[in-house]
């Protein structure tokens, strides 16, 4: 009875939280989407499609054109970058997708949303060009009946990611433009609660001991990592290279998620600890490390994902 009074809150935890995800998983997941769906080049899309409350999410059925493909089809999210798991070639470089958007409605003005182009991009529609820029884009046009080309050329120099891994998100202005509103609340929210807490805890540290810190810091971390979405939002200075600083603040929180856990559970000071936080503070350095090496080696970016699985 004793061990079970110690037990039912985590165990409560995460049972909550499992329903939690398992809810958001199936109620705000892109690829659990219902039709329309691309296929062969081609979307058909009529009226309804566009006057609902979520957007259509343009993931199956674009043909791909880069250095080594010629009108391949794919689905936006089957490869992290243009390497598609040939370690020989570099994961960079130049790409063209394309997909043919079949209406069949009256004229309506619609906007599509595309999250994260790696890295500098051209968004055309029937060979006029509508956007171009660095990072995230969005294109707002009349749809008319008939066949429209949407063509998003990208071009990508360094970091994990290259042509369009992101699914566009097509819909009414009114759709997409809620849409981003409640995904920007919900980043700042992300954002700001941790910072809050960070600085507040803060000011306990010379007080409050050692967990006190090491939960400022987790926050401090979790606030850095979560403000990457407002960096590429606002095609920030150097934002082609803010996946260093995402990824050393991701590092960072694992290991105030062990030290805190080493501290709460009372082994610290265990030789264990001792091996596993040199592990843990050795592994950073070597992915960062990797990450400088991917432009110019291109297996590089395979390893640096494999470790990073493991860390």
């Given at each position: 009875?004793?061990?079970?009074k ?6 409560l935890?995460l ?7 398992t ?7 892109k690829y659990?989407?219902p039709?329309p ?13 566009l ?8 993931i ?27 370690l ?10 394309r ?8 004229p ?47 071009l ?8 369009m ?20 609340f ?46 590429f ?21 694992y ?15 265990g ?19 990797l ?21």
């Amino acid at each position: 009875m004793g061990k079970w009074k110690i037990w039912w809150q985590p165990c409560l935890v995460l049972a909550v939280l499992a329903v939690l995800l398992t809810v958001l998983f199936y109620t705000d997941n892109k690829y659990q989407t219902p039709p329309p769906y691309g296929e062969s080049g081609v979307i058909t899309l009529h009226e309804p499609d566009l006057e609902k409350d979520t957007p259509v999410f343009l993931i199956d059925g674009w043909v791909l054109l880069d250095g080594r493909a010629t009108d391949r089809l794919t689905y936006i999210g089957e490869f992290s970058n243009l390497q598609r798991r040939d370690l020989s070639v570099s994961p960079h470089g130049w790409a063209r997708y394309r997909m043919t958007l079949r209406y069949d409605g009256e004229p309506c003005m619609v906007s599509a949303d595309f999250p994260y182009l790696s890295w500098q991009y051209v968004i055309s529609l029937d060979g006029m060009q509508l956007a171009r820029g660095a990072g995230s884009g969005q294109i707002i046009f009349w749809l008319t009946p008939g066949d429209h080309v949407l063509e998003v050329e990208t071009l990508s120099r360094q970091g994990y990611y290259s042509g369009m891994y992101f699914p566009p998100a097509l819909g009414a202005v009114r759709t997409v433009s809620q849409v981003n509103r409640m995904q920007g609340f919900a980043y700042a929210l992300a954002f700001l609660f941790p910072l809050s807490l960070a600085i507040f805890t803060f000011f306990l540290w010379r007080t409050g001991g050692s967990l006190n810190r090491w939960f400022g810091l987790l926050c401090g971390c979790y606030a850095l990592y979560m403000f990457r979405y407002f960096v590429f939002l606002f095609s920030m200075p150097g934002a082609q290279y803010w996946f260093l600083v995402q990824n050393l603040a991701l590092y960072g929180l694992y290991f105030c998620v062990a030290r805190l856990t080493a501290l709460a559970s009372g082994v610290s000071s265990g030789r264990v600890w001792k091996w596993m936080q040199a592990v843990l503070l050795a592994l950073p350095v070597i992915l960062l490390s990797l990450s400088l090496f991917i432009p110019g080696w291109s297996p590089a970016v395979f390893v640096h994902g494999r470790l990073t699985d493991f860390y």
